[in-house]
């Protein structure tokens, strides 16, 4: 059931972000151009698409969806993307990541300092455009709003990192734990960039409900997004997902799977679960063997039945808006591209 | 002639920083409690003042000479510290600095990861803060441009700050590169401070010209605030700056005295002089032997003298802005202090 994210705006979005980037003349701003995949090391144009501009996406289609003006609004969906990448150049640093999407990360080629100091310089970048929205029609009160809200999402990205961090070292932390990290981290920006496109594109008599509908269809959706990625990390097709079976349980992450199996393991199992995942390094008869004790308890059923009940939420949100359902299907696709892909 | 900073709404601008970074009940606030003093590292209370309070006391004084309400604007003076700190935060990782004022610095208790993701925390409370204006009564344009004026200034720390690390290698750095440098890295953030403050104290029709002198104003102090660090970090009394003499020399530091110098010198001294900077660690003997080769060009003396044109450029720009001497008063107050001190 591979099915691929629809390439919805994905020029606009492109041209905007090219243009928020490059429009302040900042040394700094060739580092930003390689991770975004439009230059290469030494700073030559080599267009290399590395995200998928999911957040802008939504963003655009729930505005879409409500009836609003692309066009106006591009630049709240161009900041959640910066916001996206501001946060993965730290991650990349907070995680030791030397290569993501098969390309050296910015801090393996550019340093630790520089590259703390490229995703700051992000961090504002992405705060100067969603400015832009009063220059676009957008009125004060909005963009005002608008700022908040992605502020807002920022420091429950952080909140979410910090847990994210603290949880590497224990092994107490629950699903219940887990979630509530994942809600933050994953899936504040996405219900930003949704509640984002259908606040600035609807009309302000009835802008808050259905506001508050469109975020809470991408934290659900979010979610989803997340648990499925948790699957995929442990039981993924390497064709689809370009990563090895078990990619995360080598790599000792503590996603759904592995914490509810912890959670139903007791005795000579939860003992070697904690053995093995205190070790520094994993082979494959280890990882394998986690793979199977996950297996024991139905971790995979259990986490897949996790991603349909947060999808079923997310399109009873949708429904709730009351928006006609022909205007809805652009996001549903987009939406179900996502829980049910195998990549 | 030791001169303190005046004590200058010290307790209002703690409250609003206090409620700032306390009222969102995230995990990772414990670590810029610690940061900002007012918390040990285990959590308890226990208040040290570490920072000066600087840029929100330039604000209110702006505010108050413009005939502003001090707290109405409290939300910009506690941004613009914020945002300081958010930038003290990732200095010291990629400084690699252990202490900051006699305490460990964030990175020390809590590791590098935590580390750059409570600065991020903090950037993101500083961006919420500003927002806080049009709850005080601010109209919306002028919450707008603040946040505007706030982001363009964050964006010019870390374009400062990627030039600064690209310096440290190199031998051919300029005075007027450095002084570029520096105009971004320290005296945006001072600009930007004392600005706010004018823009948010002056009513709307003659705001922009006020506005303009004291951005000017900081900057220029700015410039003089730094250059007056960089001969304190070399000549400084150690009784007064707690720091030994030759302090930045002994980090290798490109100051002003020491781009002079280079500049000034050539043949055998140059030479000795960059051999000596391109060694690891450097024993009191080179210490004492580059601060001899500063002493033969004047290079003291020179930056003195650029501290003192840049004071005057500030105090000139106070003086454009037509307002009368006597409201005038507490910011020249606190700007000679600044240029003036020995510590």
């Not at 990625?229 to 090895?244: M, V």
Request: one cysteine or more; aromatic letters at 8%; charged letters at 25%.
């Amino acid at each position: 059931m591979l099915s691929k994210i629809p390439v919805s705006y994905q020029e606009e979005i492109t041209a905007e972000l090219q243009k928020a980037v490059s429009e302040h003349d900042v040394g700094v701003s060739s580092l930003l151009r390689y991770h975004m995949g439009w230059e290469d090391a030494s700073g030559q144009p080599k267009f290399e698409t590395t995200g998928k501009l999911l957040r802008p996406k939504l963003c655009l289609l729930a505005c879409q969806a409500t009836g609003g003006n692309i066009q106006q609004i591009l630049p709240a969906a161009a900041a959640v993307e910066l916001i996206h990448n501001f946060s993965l150049i730290h991650d990349d640093i907070e995680d030791d990541s030397p290569e993501r999407h098969h390309r050296a990360t910015v801090w393996k080629l550019w340093g630790k300092a520089q590259a703390i100091n490229a995703g700051d310089a992000m961090f504002s970048i992405a705060h100067l455009e969603v400015l832009k929205l009063r220059r676009n029609g957008i009125s004060e009160r909005k963009t005002l709003n608008a700022t908040g809200m992605l502020s807002r999402a920022c420091l429950n990205l952080c909140e979410g990192q910090h847990m994210d961090i603290s949880y590497e070292a224990r092994f107490d932390v629950t699903v219940h734990d887990y979630l509530n990290m994942i809600t933050k981290k994953t899936a504040a920006l996405l219900a930003t960039a949704t509640a984002l496109g259908a606040y600035l594109g609807t009309a302000d008599d009835e802008g808050d409900r259905i506001t508050d509908c469109f975020y809470s269809f991408g934290e659900y959706l979010g979610l989803a997004f997340q648990l499925r990625d948790d699957i995929l990390g442990i039981w993924g097709d390497e064709k689809q997902t370009g990563k090895p079976v078990g990619a995360d349980i080598k790599k000792k992450k503590k996603t759904l799977p592995v914490l509810y199996a912890l959670e139903k393991s007791s005795g000579i199992n939860r003992k070697e679960f904690e053995e093995i995942y205190s070790r520094r390094l994993l082979d494959g008869k280890e990882v394998t063997r986690i793979v199977g004790l996950l297996d024991k308890v139905n971790a995979g059923k259990y986490a897949q039945e996790k991603v349909e009940y947060y999808s079923h939420q997310a399109f009873a949100q949708l429904e709730a808006t009351g928006i006609e359902a022909a205007k809805l299907a652009p996001l549903e696709e987009i939406a179900h591209s996502l829980v049910q892909r195998d990549y």
